[in-house]
C-alpha cells in the first residue's frame, strides 16, 4: 500500500512539473516573439538602412530595363547589309589627276528608332592619283596608287520617312601606298650636257583614318543606294627610305546597298 501510494504521488507530480514545464516555455516562446516583434519595429524605426532597403523595394527599375531591352533589341535584329561602288577623287598631294576607285563593305545594321547604326569592314581600291614637278629643268612625275581596309561605323538618322536617311560616318583601318613614277634629270658639266632617267616603284603601309557624309535612299527594305563625300587621311610612308608626306585625299562616292 505504502509503495502504491508513493507510486500515485509520483506521477501526479511528474504530470504537474510536466504542465508547469509546458506553461513556463508557451509562455517564454510568446515573450521571445514579442520581444522579437518589439525590437523589429525599433530598428525599423531607427535604422536608416531598413528605410532604404523598403523604399528601394518600393523603387520599379522597368523604365531602365525597357532601354536596355530596346538597345538589345536593336542589336539583335540587326541586318546584313552589303555595299557596293565606287568613286573620285583628288589627292592634296598628288593634284594633277583625279583618280577613281571601287569599294565594297560588308556588315550589320541594326535598324532601331530613332538612329541606325551600322558597322562593317571596308576595302576599297583607287588608282591614278599624280603628281608633277620640276628638278633641273626636267619633268618628273609620279602617281598614287593604294589599296585600304579599314573598320566603319556609320550611324544613319531618317528624315521624316524611313526611305531616305542622312548619315556620318568614321573609319579607321590601313592603307598601301604604291608611289610609281619617272624621275628625268638633266644638267651640265664641263660644257657637256647629260640626262639621267630613272623608274621607280615603291610602297609601304601607313595608318589611314577617313570621315564621311551623305545621304541613303532605301527603295524596298533590301535594295538602297547610297551617295557621300568621303575624306580619307594617310599616315607618313616610306619610300626609298625617306619619310614621304602621302597627305589626304577626298572625293564622292556612290554605293548599291542589299539588306539580307
Known amino acids: 500500500m505504502c509503495c502504491r501510494g508513493f507510486g500515485s504521488v509520483f506521477w501526479l507530480g511528474l504530470l504537474f512539473g510536466a504542465e508547469l514545464v509546458r506553461a513556463e516555455l508557451a509562455g517564454g516562446v510568446g515573450a521571445v516573439a514579442a520581444y522579437s516583434a518589439l ?3 525599433a530598428e525599423y524605426l531607427g535604422d536608416p538602412y531598413n528605410q532604404s532597403m523598403e523604399t528601394m523595394k518600393s523603387f520599379s527599375p522597368r523604365p531602365l530595363l525597357a532601354l536596355l531591352s530596346s538597345l538589345a533589341m536593336g542589336t539583335a535584329s540587326a541586318d ?23 569599294e565594297g563593305e560588308v556588315g550589320f545594321l541594326a535598324q532601331s528608332q530613332p538612329v541606325n547604326l551600322f558597322f562593317g569592314v571596308r576595302a ?13 629643268s626636267a619633268k618628273d612625275s609620279s602617281e598614287l596608287g593604294l ?9 544613319l538618322f531618317p528624315l521624316g520617312t524611313e526611305m531616305v536617311k542622312i548619315y ?8 598601301n601606298l604604291k608611289v610609281s613614277g619617272d624621275a628625268r634629270v638633266k644638267g651640265s658639266i664641263g660644257g657637256q650636257d647629260y640626262s639621267i632617267n630613272s623608274r ?6 601607313a595608318l589611314a583614318l577617313g570621315l564621311g557624309a551623305g545621304l541613303q535612299f532605301d527603295f524596298t527594305p533590301m535594295v538602297g543606294w547610297r551617295l557621300g563625300y568621303n575624306f580619307h587621311s594617310f599616315g ?12 589626304a585625299m577626298h572625293g564622292f562616292t556612290s554605293a548599291v546597298v542589299l539588306k539580307f
Open 168 to 175: 556620318g560616318e568614321g573609319s579607321v583601318g590601313s592603307a
Open 200 to 205: 621607280f616603284d615603291e610602297s609601304d603601309w
Open 39 to 41: 525590437t523589429d519595429s
Open 236 to 247: 607618313d610612308s616610306e619610300v626609298f627610305g625617306l619619310k614621304l608626306d602621302s597627305g
Open 147 to 155: 589599296f585600304e581596309g579599314a573598320a566603319v561605323a556609320r550611324l
Open 124 to 136: 576599297s581600291y583607287v588608282d591614278g592619283l599624280e603628281s608633277a614637278g620640276s628638278l633641273y
Open 80 to 102: 546584313l547589309q552589303i555595299g557596293l561602288g565606287g568613286g573620285a577623287f583628288r589627292g592634296s598631294e598628288y593634284d594633277e589627276q583625279i583618280g577613281y576607285g571601287l
